[in-house]
């Protein structure tokens, strides 16, 4: 049976199932409604030409830099290549793929103006059990993930790396195995994609389940002291 998200009611538990019992996951359709009108609200900003940050300006100090239309795509395409500069060992699997989860399930909230077509591809990576592999060091933390969630992003353009049943392929192999085409990011979907915590929550989140096994087999292992 699939646990379902719209983006409020992820439980640790439910979380722990996903990530170490390979529990299937599912949109709900409300929540998948939510999206599609958030996304039309961004198309339609795109459609108008005014500037809106993150849709047809520049980023940072290049916000008052107008793009053109024609080029909206190749924005969104070079932000997530220009920030996926992690470094260091990739993240532990578990950590990745709650990295995949966790961001699905922010954008399923419908506040960040991606497609539906967009959370269809996360859902397939993460019930295909796709491993992104991410550099571990290089987030600047409260500002956001950016570099991290870069590298997890490649993935949906046939991009960067990432693991299937044990074997490491690239990003567009990996859309290859599982039937997909490349996505075409859609106004402002490469900045949804990386504006957010969801490394640092999954770290935070794999060394919660961590001390709580920890403590699990503390407790059992102090019973048996005192029973011998």
Same mark, same amino acid.
């Given at each position: 049976?699939?646990?379902? *998200?719209?983006?409020?009611?992820?439980?640790?538990?439910?979380?722990?199932?996903?990530?170490?019992?390979?529990?299937?996951?599912?949109?709900?359709?409300?929540?998948?409604?939510?999206?599609?009108? +958030?996304?039309?609200?961004?198309?339609?900003?795109?459609?108008?030409?005014?500037?809106?940050?993150?849709? %047809?300006?520049?980023?940072? @100090? *290049?916000?008052?830099?107008?793009? &053109?239309?024609?080029?909206?795509?190749?924005?969104?395409? %070079?932000?997530?290549?220009?920030?996926?500069?992690?470094?260091?060992? &990739?993240?532990?699997?578990?950590?990745?793929?709650?990295?995949?989860?966790?961001? $699905?399930?922010?954008?399923?909230?419908?506040? +960040?103006?991606?497609? &539906?077509?967009?959370? %269809?591809?996360?859902?397939?990576? *993460? %019930?295909?059990?796709?491993?992104?592999?991410? &550099?571990? @060091?290089?987030?600047?933390?409260?500002?956001?993930?950016?570099?991290?969630?870069?590298? $997890?992003? *490649?993935?949906?353009?046939?991009?960067?790396?990432? @693991?299937?049943?044990?074997?490491?392929?690239?990003?567009?192999?990996?859309?290859?195995?599982?039937?997909?085409?490349?996505?075409?990011?859609?106004? @402002?979907?490469?900045?949804?994609?990386?504006?957010?915590?969801?490394? +640092?929550?999954?770290?935070?989140?794999?060394?919660?389940? !961590?001390?709580? !096994?920890?403590?699990?087999?503390?407790?059992?292992?102090?019973?048996?002291?005192?029973?011998?």
């Amino acid at each position: 049976m699939s646990i379902t *998200l719209d983006g409020h009611h992820l439980s640790l538990e439910q979380a722990e199932q996903v990530i170490w019992g390979q529990q299937p996951v599912e949109a709900t359709p409300e929540a998948l409604q939510v999206v599609q009108a +958030s996304a039309e609200v961004v198309a339609q900003l795109a459609r108008r030409g005014e500037p809106v940050y993150g849709i %047809n300006t520049g980023f940072g @100090k *290049l916000s008052r830099r107008r793009i &053109p239309a024609e080029q909206l795509e190749a924005l969104q395409l %070079n932000l997530l290549r220009s920030h996926a500069v992690g470094v260091g060992a &990739p993240l532990p699997d578990e950590a990745a793929r709650a990295a995949l989860l966790f961001r $699905l399930n922010a954008l399923l909230l419908g506040r +960040s103006g991606v497609r &539906p077509r967009l959370i %269809n591809y996360l859902v397939r990576m *993460l %019930n295909a059990q796709v491993v992104p592999i991410i &550099p571990a @060091k290089g987030s600047v933390g409260s500002s956001g993930d950016l570099a991290p969630l870069a590298h $997890l992003a *490649l993935l949906l353009i046939g991009e960067g790396q990432a @693991k299937l049943s044990g074997r490491q392929l690239s990003g567009g192999q990996l859309l290859q195995e599982l039937g997909l085409e490349p996505l075409r990011l859609g106004p @402002k979907e490469g900045l949804a994609l990386i504006n957010g915590t969801q490394i +640092s929550l999954a770290t935070g989140f794999v060394a919660w389940h !961590r001390a709580e !096994r920890l403590l699990q087999h503390a407790q059992l292992i102090a019973a048996l002291a005192l029973e011998a």
